[in-house]
């Protein structure tokens, strides 16, 4: 597999043995494939390889092939990983120190309950597991996989626009920058997964991200977790906190602060006052210590968190894919679940038995519209679960407080109570009119909490303030139905 860096001074390509497919040189020497991917992260690089071996001719374009450091992307739930698994790609989570996920923890208001995830229909008494890893170690992974195949050649080079034929419309292939020059990569499907901050958009969505939050990330070497082997979520006052292993030593610490927090601000000492002040006394008190030490050593970055609809692709030879075509809050750690899965889905969408000409735009039209309906019955849940879960989560008002209060009892219960939410989170459950039973009977729960608790004497304002809670619950959950229903 031909590999050109976008690091030494610019040189020819590189050599080619006599033995090279007509392809690699195509795609070495001309610019010119089957499929042009723009972004080596999880689904570009996937889809990369999963085409790769269906014999498409595969041109994989990445600004940096350096090993990227990021906050999130770190969880891969058990459906997931299921989805490697079936990608061929298992092997890409050895040898990168990743922790078995077995579920969650749940702490609210300093009281914790453990949400397993469900045992496994197929094989009685054997529960699934997801993994948690350094980001950048799983891309670097991916990324060696995709450079072992013959099928792929992987460029580093700086894509700033797209080629659209004058006469058709179509979109032809990209232009790109390497070592400060122009360089152009042509075929008749180009696929766009150049993440959240994509610049693609235009024209392919009518929509755009809209990020409330952020989530602030910390690195605690040898924390001591209440539940190892579990991701924690910690409910209080504000907003989540989510606390998860992704290394042996390491422990990764997510704080999501709302945009315009007040004691995140400049006269309350910004956001590491905010960490130290309010977030660090609302921990559990045996990970404080760790918390407190990495905090001091100021080693802080950020991620805003988005949410953005998804679209049919529509525009003749390209595809928006991935973070770039759809987004969801971090919270429930579903974005690369619903990637791997997206790739499983197109595997045989545009296999060559289904599209035998990546040419055909029509066609491959046709299978996005088809993709794009397919993918709800594991997307739409992720998508609204994170959505609703955070509006819960991060309560500020009466009413989602009754619906938080609600929702951690409603875990408490136990057996379905536990497995069906632990179920839809994992991705293993993939109907999302089990979404819908299990968000109104926390809400009717909530309800019931509610009146059982108020005085006698406020029964009829009871009754009133019931409804609103019912309300509410109603407001949260069917707007972004709605998102998933529109095309």
């Known amino acids: 597999m031909p590999l050109i860096l976008d690091s030494p ?15 690699a040189v195509r795609r070495t020497e001309h610019h010119i494939g089957d499929v042009v991917v723009v972004g080596a992260g999880i689904l570009g690089t996937a889809i990369a390889i999963t085409l790769a071996r269906q014999s498409r001719s595969v041109i994989l374009l990445e600004k940096s092939l350096k090993e990227p450091d990021r906050i999130v992307g770190e969880l891969l739930q058990p459906g997931g990983v299921e989805a490697l698994e079936e990608l061929g790609l298992r092997q890409c989570l050895e040898e990168i120190d990743a922790c078995a996920v077995k579920g969650y923890e749940v702490i609210y208001r300093g009281q914790g309950v453990e949400i397993p995830y469900p045992e496994n229909a197929a094989e009685k008494g054997k529960r699934p597991e997801g993994r948690s890893f350094h980001h ?12 072992r195949e013959p099928n792929i050649t992987i460029v580093e080079t700086t894509v700033t626009n797209t080629v659209t034929s004058g006469w058709t419309g179509q979109i032809l292939g990209v232009e790109s ?93 910004g956001v590491k006052g905010h960490l130290r ?43 928006l894919l991935g973070d770039a075509m759809n987004m969801r809050h971090p919270l429930t750690g579903g974005g690369m679940t619903v990637a791997l899965n997206d790739v499983v889905l197109l595997r045989d969408l545009l296999s060559p038995k289904a599209v035998p000409d990546l040419g055909n735009t029509k066609l491959v039209i046709k299978q996005m519209k088809t993709f794009h309906w397919r993918r709800k019955n594991l ?11 955070y509006t819960l989560f991060a309560a500020n008002d009466p009413q989602l407080r009754a619906l938080q209060a609600g929702c951690f009892r409603y875990f408490e219960l136990g057996g379905n109570c536990i497995d069906g939410p632990a179920g839809l989170l994992a991705g293993i459950i993939r109907r999302p009119f089990v979404l819908f039973y299990h968000f109104f009977s926390v809400a009717l729960l909530s309800i019931w909490l509610y009146i059982s608790k108020a005085p006698l004497w406020r029964f009829p304002l009871t009754v009133l303030e019931s409804a609103l809670i019912f309300y509410k619950a109603c407001v949260v959950l069917f707007p972004f139905i709605g998102s998933e229903l529109r095309s």
């Open 9 to 23: 001074p610019r040189s020819p390509p590189p050599f080619l043995p006599e033995s090279a497919s007509i392809e």
């Open 136 to 147: 950048g170690r799983f891309i670097r992974r991916l990324r060696e996989a995709a450079m």
């Open 177 to 269: 920058l390497t070592h400060g020059e122009r360089d152009y990569y042509f075929g008749p499907l180009t696929i766009i997964a150049d993440g959240y901050a994509s610049k693609f958009r235009n024209g392919s969505t009518p929509y755009a991200p809209v990020s409330k939050s952020k989530f602030w990330g910390l690195e605690l070497i040898d924390a001591d977790l209440p539940r190892p082997g579990h991701g924690h979520v910690v409910i209080g006052d504000g907003a989540p906190i989510l606390l998860y292993q992704i290394g042996t030593h390491e422990t990764r610490a997510l704080v999501d602060i709302p945009d315009g927090t007040d004691t995140a601000s400049t006269q309350h000492g």
């Open 277 to 319: 002040n309010v977030v660090l006394p609302s921990l559990p008190k045996s990970v404080q210590s760790s918390f407190e030490k990495a905090l001091d050593e100021g080693k802080l970055r950020s991620m805003p968190n988005s949410f953005l609809p998804p679209t049919t692709n529509r525009v003749p030879g390209m595809l």
């Open 379 to 389: 997307t739409s849940v992720i998508n609204i679960l994170a959505q609703a879960l």
